[in-house]
T-cell receptor, first 111, second 114 residues
Framework: GQNIDQPTEMTATEGAIVQINCTYQTSGFNGLFWYQQHAGEAPTFLSYNVLDGLEEKGRFSSFLSRSKGYSYLLLKELQMKDSASYLCAVRDGKAGTALIFGKGTTLSVSS | DTGVSQNPRHKITKRGQNVTFRCDPISEHNRLYWYRQTLGQGPEFLTYFQNEAQLEKSRLLSDRFSAERPKGSFSTLEIQRTEQGDSAMYLC????????????FGPGTRLLVL
C-alpha cells in the first residue's frame, strides 16, 4: 500500500529551529515535496528532493534518505508567520504522476 | 504570471443539486490536477489532464464526478446530485511535465452541501 506519516502537531518558539519528519512507503518513488499551507489557503511549494541529501533554501532545508523512506523539513529562525500546516507529499511514479500527501503537521510558533 | 485561479471560491448548495467549478492553470503549464481536501487531511488526488486528455482518475472519483479540459487550457469539475459527504475544499494544481515537475496550487473552491 501507500502510506505517508508525519506528526500531527508541533510547537516551537520564535527564533528556534524545528524539524518536521516524514516517513513514506510507496510502490515507487519519483520525488518528495514539502508544501506549506496556511489555514483556509492553498498549499504553497517549499522544496523538492529526488536524490539523497540536503537541499537548502534560505531558512528552510529539506533532507531525503530514499533507502530509509525518510525525509525532514528543517525550519530555522522561526517566525510567527511560519505557523501553518506542513504537508509532505510523494510522487509515486509507478502509480502515476499525482502526489500522495500525508495528513500534514500543524506547526504553532509562539513568542 | 498570475498563478492558478479557481472559481468560485465558495459554494453552498443543497443536497441533490449539481455544481460546477472552474480552474485556470498557469498559462504555459500542460498538466492540470484536481484534488479534494477535507479538514485535518492532506489533499487527495481526483484526476489529471495532460493537455486536453484525461490520463488518470482516482477511485475516489465516482460516477457523479466529471471533469473536462476541452481546449487544454481551463478545466471544469462537475459534481452531480451532490451529497453531504462531498463537502470539502476542491483544489486545482498545474505543472509543466519534466524531470523536476512541480505542482502549483490554486486557492481552492470550498464546497458546503447542506
Amino acid at each position: 500500500g501507500q502510506n505517508i506519516d508525519q506528526p500531527t502537531e508541533m510547537t516551537a518558539t520564535e527564533g528556534a529551529i524545528v524539524q518536521i519528519n516524514c516517513t513514506y512507503q510507496t510502490s515507487g518513488f519519483n520525488g518528495l515535496f514539502w508544501y506549506q499551507q496556511h489555514a483556509g489557503e492553498a498549499p504553497t511549494f517549499l522544496s523538492y528532493n529526488v536524490l539523497d541529501g540536503l537541499e537548502e533554501k534560505g531558512r528552510f532545508s529539506s533532507f531525503l534518505s530514499r533507502s530509509k523512506g525518510y525525509s525532514y523539513l528543517l525550519l530555522k529562525e522561526l517566525q510567527m508567520k511560519d505557523s501553518a500546516s506542513y504537508l509532505c507529499a510523494v510522487r509515486d511514479g509507478k502509480a502515476g504522476t499525482a502526489l500522495i500527501f500525508g495528513k500534514g503537521t500543524t506547526l504553532s510558533v509562539s513568542s | 504570471d498570475t498563478g492558478v485561479s479557481q472559481n468560485p471560491r465558495h459554494k453552498i448548495t443543497k443536497r441533490g443539486q449539481n455544481v460546477t467549478f472552474r480552474c485556470d492553470p498557469i498559462s504555459e503549464h500542460n498538466r492540470l490536477y484536481w484534488y479534494r481536501q477535507t479538514l485535518g487531511q492532506g489533499p487527495e488526488f481526483l484526476t489529471y489532464f495532460q493537455n486536453e486528455a484525461q490520463l488518470e482518475k482516482s477511485r475516489l472519483l465516482s460516477d457523479r464526478f466529471s471533469a473536462e479540459r476541452p481546449k487544454g487550457s481551463f478545466s471544469t469539475l462537475e459534481i452531480q446530485r451532490t451529497e453531504q459527504g462531498d463537502s470539502a475544499m476542491y483544489l486545482c494544481a498545474s505543472s509543466w511535465e519534466g524531470l523536476q515537475e512541480t505542482q502549483y496550487f490554486g486557492p481552492g473552491t470550498r464546497l458546503l452541501v447542506l
